[in-house]
């Protein structure tokens, strides 16, 4: 694992976390690297330290002395040889390079400096450059594109669009309109082979599907619209519960008045601490007639007319996406809409069913393309894997401590499902990234290291194939 051709080996001296290597070069350049023409050799340059890949779990770094050469041509700049080893700019080996690009998917910096234990200043122009090639990479158009909104904290929101139907990311913006996620959306995709789109129901989220799937069924998530119920019936309950635990605090007082009138002094104070914090419901399990009574706090809030109303009207929207038909759903969203109007639904509650049937449409076109699961069950698509997804976005922004450079938060958002080398390739002709389906990516790996098709893009590959 230590060894390089192009060194030879004095000493290697192992620490606890590292190995120190002293080597020195036994190669020199063919011609030029930047014009190609003969050179000369001016003597030895000045000692340096080179980072290579880590070995069993410690860092392993080089001390040797590159040669300065000098180009036989005219006007061409002297250079410092490294070996062929060594990458001639980032000052580490070539398979340490490789190593930190296929960490920068799926690692912070501060990780891969830990790993590696090369310093940021020289990880960042590795990672940054890798970004930059990455950058606008066009996927191959999913049939089912979804579009899901992420914050973090309370300033910065991004778009991200999925590929729906497997969730994976495929671009990630900050803070545009619809027309600017469109435009992100032409680079990453072509929109009009696209057969569904899903999304909320945000105005920015219709209108990109107004403009650039005009035509195509715009599915609103099935989550974000139970969403909208569930809200509203915890709205509900909490101010119902809130309103009975202030009448339950002055019949509780009043009651402990009367317990403390009734014992000593002594047993006054343990009344206290028993009673401390306990629901009158929760203690009176027995009625007049000795009847065990089992009422839970929800069995309670639900004989308050409000929430009996909201709670109805949610069953009735969750009875909609039980349906097998568009036909069947209709009839059952209608029936819906109709209970949500009656005078004595909440005014929030009204105003979250009068939203809904606005967008009645979008609800409905779930059941249009619709299909039979294994199970047996129908199902639309959804946002369910995005929302997943959404999770570990967060959890890498947090991990990282926020992302201000947006290429590098499109490599680790976009990229991170895939495996640089097996299912992402830079391809080593025209050096454009390719996405491989994970078969592809074993067929390649099982190729010969010698075969140049082996980290080519596919035109790359057929062009090294018709000249063979």
Request: aromatic content about 8%; hydrophobic content about 40%; some cysteine.
């Amino acid at each position: 694992m230590l060894e390089l051709p192009s060194l030879n080996y004095i000493e290697t001296v192992e620490t606890p976390t590292s190995f120190e290597v002293v080597a020195s070069l036994n190669t020199k350049p063919a011609a030029c690297p930047l014009c190609g023409g003969g050179v000369e050799s001016k003597g030895v340059a000045a000692p340096m330290e080179i980072w290579d890949a880590p070995m069993a779990g410690k860092h392993v770094r080089y001390a040797f002395r590159g040669r300065r050469y000098e180009c036989r041509t005219e006007g061409c700049p002297s250079f410092t040889y490294r070996g062929p080893d060594v990458h001639p700019k980032h000052g580490m080996t070539w398979r340490l390079l490789g190593y930190i690009q296929r960490l920068a998917l799926k690692r912070s910096i501060k990780d891969i400096e830990r790993l590696t234990g090369a310093t940021t200043d020289q990880i960042w122009p590795v990672v940054l450059d890798l970004s930059e090639k990455l950058a606008g990479y066009q996927f191959a158009t999913p049939r089912v594109v979804a579009v899901d909104d992420i914050r973090f904290g309370k300033k910065r929101r991004f778009t991200v669009i999925y590929n729906a139907e497997n969730g994976r990311p495929l671009a990630i913006v900050e803070k545009l309109d619809a027309k600017g996620v469109a435009k992100i959306l032409h680079k990453v995709i072509n929109p009009s082979e696209v057969e569904v789109f899903v999304s909320d129901m945000n105005g920015s989220n219709l209108l990109l599907g107004e403009s650039s799937f005009r035509g195509k069924p715009h599915v609103a998530d099935k989550w974000h619209v139970l969403d909208k119920m569930q809200r509203q019936m915890s709205k509900i309950v909490n101010q119902t519960a809130s309103k009975l635990k202030k009448g339950q605090a002055a019949e509780l007082k009043s009651w402990k008045m009367e317990l403390e009138g009734k014992f000593a002094a002594k047993d006054a104070k343990d009344w206290r601490t028993r009673l401390a914090g306990k629901k009158i419901e929760s203690r009176r399990r027995i009625d007049d007639e000795g009847k065990l009574i089992l009422k839970t706090k929800w069995d309670i809030l639900k004989e308050h007319q409000p929430v009996r109303l909201v709670y109805h009207a949610r069953l009735l929207l969750r009875h909609v996406y039980r349906a097998n038909s568009r036909r069947q759903a209709e009839e059952r969203f209608d029936r819906f809409l109709a209970f949500g109007s009656q005078v004595d639904m909440p005014a929030d509650a009204a105003k979250a069913v009068q939203l809904l049937g606005e967008h009645r449409k979008q609800i409905l076109a779930y059941f249009d393309v619709m299909w039979q699961h294994h199970d047996g069950r129908f199902r639309g698509p959804t946002t369910n894997q995005a929302e997943a997804r959404n999770g570990k976005i967060k959890a890498m922004w947090k991990g990282s401590r926020g992302v201000k450079n947006a290429a590098y938060l499109n490599l680790r958002v976009v990229f991170e499902p895939y495996v640089l080398g097996a299912t992402l390739i830079l391809c080593n002709t025209c050096g454009k990234p390719e996405v491989l389906s994970e078969m592809e990516g074993l067929r390649r790996a099982g190729m010969d290291v010698r075969d140049a098709r082996a980290n080519c893009c596919s035109n790359c590959a057929q062009s090294v194939l018709r000249a063979a």
